[in-house]
């Protein structure tokens, strides 16, 4: 090409600007510098502008590195000699040069990168209009794989933060956008890049990054997964920034933008992230206060897990979620003590109740069960109006919970349920019934917990609620069991826990006496029941001082068959004769009356001569003979047994023992015939 073709450049100065020696470059620079000068002192803005497009589109654009080159440093130089005035050519400056950031060529990306750096120096925050291309440039230069370019790449965005420090007028608005979509990046460089412009614009008072804050939040803490430690500590530096100046100035948050970023990354398999998250939401928790309530289920879907962490290294998380859990009660008791119209500030109980009784699922661990359980049985007592019913219909799934291993969760459940039974509950006296009902369902498909833990579930419902109206309800309900052996199971389990629970003393003590029309119904309520255990019967009749009837009842045994389980039962009876429950009726042998002696002396002529046997043997031979004793005759004198049917009670008994018996052979029946079909199989 002949000079006129680059004019006003001088050929020699064309063919230093493309030389491979950077001196070279530098002295056609040079000369270029000056010749700014001039022109910028006569005002010939045309030529500098033919120049700025020779150098940004010829050189700085050409396909040739050398011409590129080239091209960075005349740039470059023209903003040098332009110094000040350079304000209106800033594009024409900058816009080549970021072209050149993303070729292949690492020497072309390093001089491109040198070249804006004093095309920023000349400027300063005349580059600002051109911010954005700038920023993004450098998020990839920063990464770059040639350490020359990260290095020019640092001192350029160290320019850049230096003019948006001394700036007046930068418009962070422009930058939000920017650093939200970046802040995604994988690569470990732009990470440091990202969290330095982040930490930087915090520290700025003239900028208030805080209202930004829910646009940099989630990225921020996905960085915290970052698996190297420095950037993990950055990171961690530039969020502790934000939650002291959350701390110091609440009225500026806007809480609700950020709690579901927290909530979820409080559930993070990361330690570290986990810890931070909740932290952050106790803190949320305590700030905002009421505002927070409505994000209550999803808080407690992070935390609540967390209250089962056993290890030492998760113990810091494990305690503050138990914080969370605490404050968020408060506000709980708070609201149901001044209830609010503002819905930014109501709890949305059915959504926390699935969460709650979905955590109480056999899926959980322990701690997290009894967290939730008393949740349930706050939720209750506080604001029973608008929680009772939707606990009441999620009844199944906590009667289910009684199967668990843990006697607190048992415990914690029972004082929920017990809670919605009670007369102050609303719907209470309705849901008494459905609740029992539902227990004998749980206990007739599971037998197991029947067993195994039936008395401990019966004996603490009956400390929690009116131990009466269990006995007479489980009775009532017992009465058309078709399952005679299950009706057996119960009725074995209430004999055990009458006769023995310390709780239930009063109860014993009532039915003793039997000197009210409720005494007296509750018996027979209990004998109708009973008589699945033909033992349990005669201890009841036994307990409530009904001798006469006992001895009738005893006689009638000599039709019943004699098993190993009705021979068990007459053992643990005279156990029972012996313990302290019984003592009144053993001082009552001191004047003989007639139908209890009469009664002890079946029960011994049914005994083999086990030592049960010559225990009970024992007692009677301690009975005064007649003539020592002042025995008058056996009168019952009770008004209200006197009203008891008892005839009609002794043919309940036998149609009920009728029923069992049948139910026997049959069950006889089927087993030869499982056991011929067995062996026809074979």
């Not at 819905?343 to 109480?360: A, G, N």
């Not at 009956?462 to 309900?477: D, H």
């Not at 399952?483 to 310390?502: G, N, P, Y």
């Not at 005994?607 to 009970?616: R, S």
Request: proline share 5%; with cysteine; charged share 20%.
């Amino acid at each position: 090409m002949n000079d006129k073709d680059y004019s006003p450049l001088s050929a020699a100065c064309v063919r230093a600007l493309q030389d491979k020696l950077y001196e070279k470059r530098k002295a056609a620079a040079v000369e270029i510098e000056k010749m700014v000068r001039d022109f910028n002192v006569s005002n010939n803005s045309t030529q500098i502008k033919k120049l700025l497009k020779i150098l940004g589109q010829d050189f700085a654009l050409s396909q040739n590195p050398h011409f590129r080159k080239g091209g960075h440093i005349g740039l470059a130089a023209v903003a040098i000699g332009l110094g000040p005035d350079c304000a209106q050519y800033v594009p024409e400056l900058i816009e080549p040069l970021l072209a050149s950031f993303t070729v292949n060529d690492s020497r072309v990306r390093y001089y491109a990168c040198e070249a804006l750096h004093n095309v920023a120096k000349v400027a300063r925050h005349e580059i600002l209009p051109s911010f954005p291309q700038i920023f993004n440039a450098l998020c990839g230069l920063v990464a770059d794989p040639d350490l020359n370019v990260r290095n020019a790449a640092e001192l350029l965005d160290r320019i850049l933060k230096d003019i948006v420090t001394e700036s007046q007028t930068f418009d962070l608005t422009i930058l939000i956008p920017l650093l939200g979509e970046r802040i995604y990046t994988k690569s470990n460089f732009s990470r440091e890049y990202i969290l330095s412009w982040v930490s930087l614009l915090h520290q700025l008072p003239k900028l208030d990054l805080i209202i930004y804050l829910p646009e940099l939040l989630d990225g921020l803490f996905k960085i915290l997964e970052d698996p190297a430690p420095e950037i993990q500590q950055r990171c961690d530096n530039v969020l502790a920034q934000f939650l002291r100046t959350i701390k110091k100035n609440p009225s500026q948050v806007d809480f609700q933008k950020m709690i579901n970023v927290l909530i979820v990354h409080a559930q993070s398999a990361y330690q570290s992230l986990q810890l931070t998250a909740i932290t952050w939401v106790k803190e949320f928790v305590q700030l905002s206060g009421p505002g927070m309530l409505p994000y209550t289920s999803s808080i407690l879907t992070a935390v609540l897990p967390c209250h089962s962490y056993e290890n030492e290294e998760r113990k810091n998380i494990r305690e503050t979620a138990k914080a969370v859990s605490f404050s968020l009660l408060r506000l709980v008791s708070q609201q149901a003590e001044n209830p609010t119209d503002d819905l930014s500030c109501q709890l949305d109980t059915d959504s926390v109740i699935e969460v709650l009784v979905r955590s109480v699922g056999l899926g959980s661990a322990t701690p997290s069960k009894v967290a939730s359980l008393t949740w349930l049985l706050h939720l209750n007592r506080k604001m029973p109006d608008q929680v009772s019913k939707k606990l009441q219909e999620s009844s199944n799934a906590l009667v289910g919970a009684l199967s668990d291993p843990s006697d607190e969760v048992v415990c914690h459940t029972l004082a929920v349920l017990s809670s919605l039974s009670d007369n102050t509950s609303p719907g209470g006296p309705e849901f008494f019934p459905q609740f029992l009902g539902a227990l004998l369902q749980h206990f007739h498909s599971e037998r197991n917990v029947l067993e195994e833990r039936g008395p401990f579930i019966l004996q603490q419902l009956c400390v929690l609620l009116n131990a009466e109206s269990i006995y007479r309800s489980l009775s009532q309900i017992l009465k058309g069991e078709e399952d005679l052996q299950f009706a057996r199971k119960m009725v074995d389990c209430l004999h055990e826990i009458l006769l023995t629970s310390s709780d239930l003393a009063h109860l014993r003590k009532d039915l003793q006496l039997l000197k009210t029309a409720e005494s007296a119904s509750l018996f027979v309520c209990l004998y109708k029941t009973w008589c699945h255990n033909p033992v349990a019967t005669v201890s009841l009749c036994l307990l409530t001082q009904c001798y006469a009837h006992a001895s009738t009842l005893i006689k009638s045994f000599g039709d019943l068959e004699v098993t190993v389980e009705f021979l068990v039962e007459l053992d643990k009876l005279i156990q029972l004769i012996e313990s302290p429950i019984f003592s009144n009726m053993r001082l009552q042998l001191l004047e003989s009356p007639q139908p209890l002696v009469q009664s002890l002396y079946g029960i011994l002529m049914l005994m083999p001569q086990t030592d049960a046997f010559h225990t009970l043997r024992r007692r009677l031979n301690c009975i005064p003979k007649i003539g020592e004793s002042k025995s008058s005759p056996w009168k019952e004198t009770r008004s209200e047994v006197n009203k008891i049917n008892f005839a009609e009670l002794l043919s309940h008994f036998q149609d009920v023992q009728q029923r069992h018996s049948v139910q026997r052979q049959k069950g006889k029946k089927n087993n030869i015939l499982s056991a011929g079909q067995s062996v026809d199989i074979e």
